[in-house]
């Protein structure tokens, strides 16, 4: 099975910072990444599909990237707001493997 | 509006069964797929399986022996069955409208596996 790797495990940013986290895929998952977002005691909420697609609503200030294995999900001018755990999911062919996430917190 | 909804017990004792019920609205699960997740307290999310809108389903290969992902369209109710509990079973679960990804998802229903 394909593992999702992300890094960093937690980072702390600043208001008004950008900030680019990571995610690998053991094998070639071509575009077939989502990224969602989960604040404290509240359902995930899809943020980027297909790697580069802002979900409907979503503020462009969250931009995807990458292809292949390696993945990046950047927050442009970072708000108070984006506190919160990030998660890459594998889509399209099953099992849809998240990554182990990674914390955003604000200073 | 889309809305999916879990139900089912909080607390189950081990070696039992998980029985959870999404209800959705909002959309038709003959045109939609429905995916299950779940999260142990302060970890990350797992996959579990999905059932796809023609009625196939798919399983998180380390949870296939003992998972059963169904539906009644009818009732637009999409069930979760998972047997031989564990403590390491004790988690948030979720259930998502599966298209792409999981575009929508509800609340999560909090289950505890204890005796």
């Known amino acids: 099975n394909i593992v999702m790797t992300q890094s960093p495990k937690s980072m702390s940013i600043s208001v008004g910072d950008r900030v680019t986290m990571n995610c690998k895929a053991s094998q070639n998952v071509y575009n077939n990444i989502a990224w969602y977002q989960q604040k404290p005691g509240k359902s995930p909420k899809l943020l980027i599909y297909y790697a580069s697609n802002r979900y409907t609503g979503v503020p462009d200030r969250f931009t995807g990237s990458g292809s292949g294995t390696d993945f990046t999900l950047t927050i442009n001018s970072v708000q108070a707001e984006d506190a919160a755990f990030y998660y890459c999911q594998r889509i399209y062919n099953s099992p849809f493997t998240f990554g182990s996430g990674t914390k955003l917190e604000i200073k | ?115």
């Open chain 2, 1 to 115: 509006q889309v809305q999916l909804k879990e139900s089912g017990p909080g607390l189950v004792q081990p070696s039992q069964t998980l029985s959870l019920t999404c209800t959705v609205s909002g959309f038709s699960l003959t045109s939609n797929s429905v995916s299950w997740v779940r999260q142990p307290p302060g970890k990350g999310l797992e996959w579990m399986g999905a059932i796809w809108s023609g009625g196939s389903t798919d399983y998180n290969s380390a949870l296939k022996s003992r998972l059963s992902i169904s539906r009644d369209t009818s009732k637009s109710q999409v069930f979760l069955k998972m047997n031989s509990l564990q403590t390491e079973d004790t988690a948030i679960y979720f259930c998502t409208r599966w298209g792409y990804s999981s575009d929508y998802w509800g609340q999560g229903v909090m289950v505890t596996v204890s005796s």
